[in-house]
Every structure is written in structure tokens, then in C-alpha cells.
């Protein structure tokens, strides 16, 4: 058995309910903790994401340097566009939606209390014909 196991990857920000919802939302999860300070939600591929309340949290200004980047996750989506409109719904902002040149595509986005985000097309699984 691991001594050390994988746990959850934890935001920190002022309305950990309000962020939970967004990502509870963006994922299809849902809310397995609550507490006063701390907000805890699991996808159905077990991906799990936590809140926790600082009322000092500010926000990262990347791509701008003068508060760095603090955390950044990666979505893989199957579309783009689709799971482009699914973010803007919910509360969140296009930070750079040019595509990337290389296997992948991706656009970057943050969430409502400002952490920043990718989501980016995975490889295709179809095999090659030819």
C-alpha cells in the first residue's frame, strides 16, 4: 500500500461555494464535502477538486507577471467550441483562444474568482486509414 496517495487539488478563494458550483457544473461532479471554509467535488472519472475559503485569495494575473501563476489546470474536451460556451455560461472568462500550433489545441480561460485554465483537444483516437 502507498504511504502517500493522491488527494485533491485545492483552490483557494473568497466564495469557496460559488467555485464549487462552477466546477461541479464544467465537470457533471458532484459536491461529496461541505464545510464552513471548504467545498469538495468529485467527476464521474474520479477527478476530484477542492475550495477552500480565504478571504485574503487574489486572484492570479497570468498571463501578466506581476502576481504569478499560482496553479493551472488542464481539461481535455472533445470539443473546443462546445466546451468553449459551457465555461462562458457558467461564469467564466476567454483568457486566449487562439489555437496552439502541434498535436493539441487548446484555449485558456479562468474561472469566476480568477484561476486560470486550459482546455485542450486531445489526439484523436480514430485510427489512421490510409
Given at each position: 500500500?502507498?504511504l502517500v496517495k493522491a488527494g485533491v487539488v485545492v483552490l483557494d478563494?473568497?466564495?469557496?461555494?460559488?467555485?464549487?458550483?462552477?466546477?461541479r457544473e464544467l465537470l457533471e461532479a458532484e459536491q461529496i464535502h461541505?464545510?464552513?471554509?471548504?467545498?469538495?467535488?468529485?467527476?464521474?472519472?474520479?477527478?476530484?477538486?477542492?475550495?477552500?475559503?480565504?478571504?485574503?485569495?487574489?486572484?492570479?494575473?497570468?498571463?501578466?507577471?506581476?502576481?504569478?501563476?499560482?496553479?493551472?489546470?488542464?481539461?481535455?474536451?472533445?470539443?473546443?467550441?462546445?466546451?468553449?460556451?459551457?465555461?462562458?455560461?457558467?461564469?467564466?472568462?476567454?483568457?486566449?483562444?487562439?489555437?496552439?500550433?502541434?498535436?493539441?489545441?487548446?484555449?485558456?480561460?479562468?474561472?469566476?474568482?480568477?484561476?486560470?485554465?486550459?482546455?485542450?483537444?486531445?489526439?484523436?483516437?480514430?485510427?489512421?486509414?490510409?
Amino acid at each position: 500500500m502507498a504511504l502517500v496517495k493522491a488527494g485533491v487539488v485545492v483552490l483557494d478563494c473568497a466564495e469557496p461555494e460559488k467555485l464549487a458550483l462552477f466546477y461541479r457544473e464544467l465537470l457533471e461532479a458532484e459536491q461529496i464535502h461541505e464545510s464552513a471554509n471548504r467545498v469538495e467535488v468529485r467527476s464521474a472519472d474520479g477527478t476530484r477538486m477542492g475550495f477552500r475559503r480565504d478571504m485574503n485569495a487574489t486572484a492570479p494575473s497570468w498571463p501578466r507577471p506581476e502576481n504569478s501563476l499560482q496553479v493551472h489546470l488542464d481539461f481535455v474536451v472533445d470539443d473546443l467550441d462546445e466546451a468553449e460556451r459551457r465555461v462562458i455560461g457558467l461564469g467564466g472568462r476567454a483568457l486566449d483562444t487562439r489555437d496552439t500550433s502541434g498535436p493539441f489545441e487548446e484555449r485558456s480561460y479562468s474561472d469566476p474568482a480568477g484561476h486560470s485554465f486550459t482546455l485542450r483537444r486531445g489526439p484523436s483516437t480514430a485510427p489512421k486509414r490510409g
